[in-house]
């Protein structure tokens, strides 16, 4: 299966991009993985709700021309549905039967993502009421899909 991550701006921090790496290596094991960047947009200090709509739409085109009609697309949204780790293990399992695409998923800038985006996700998920960086959301992301295959798999991981 090939699950393929989209993210707007780029990682700056060493440590964040160390752990990607040591995520992606240990997914190659079990899926392909791919991880797109598309440009953030400079917010203003003060932006007003009009800039910054049209912040999170310019970004939703640059990720949109990366997403494939048949791709299932899942928004990461802060109001999306909740799993736990056992259920989002099983979504994973699912995936590979849908005979699509790539499942793609989508992390927003700092502002989230544009109303076409979220509009184009076959679903929205979750990780928490909480609000994390973006940059972080990908570890984050990254870690929960790995888990999910050790679960798929009955292999041992922390809990």
Not at 6 to 33: D, N, P, W
Not at 85 to 91: A, I, L, W
Not at 145 to 155: K, M, S, T, V
């Amino acid at each position: 299966m090939k699950i393929r991550i989209l993210c707007v701006g780029k990682i700056k921090e060493k440590f964040m991009r160390e752990a990607l790496g040591e995520y992606s290596k240990r997914l190659s094991r079990y899926i392909k993985l791919e991880i797109a960047e598309v440009a953030d947009e400079k917010t203003p200090d003060n932006a007003s709700e009009r800039e910054e709509l049209q912040i999170r739409d310019k970004e939703g085109e640059r990720l949109l021309k990366l997403i494939r009609q048949e791709d299932y697309v899942i928004a990461l949204a802060i109001d999306g549905k909740m799993y736990d780790s056992v259920t989002f293990s099983q979504k994973l399992d699912r995936f590979g039967m849908l005979g699509r695409g790539s499942v793609v998923f989508v992390i927003g800038g700092s502002l989230g993502l544009g109303e076409q985006v979220l509009e184009r996700a076959d679903e929205a998920i979750s990780f928490s009421k909480m609000t994390f960086p973006h940059q972080l959301m990908r570890v984050i992301l990254l870690e929960q899909i790995y888990r999910g295959y050790r679960i798929l798999r009955n292999e041992p991981y922390h809990k």
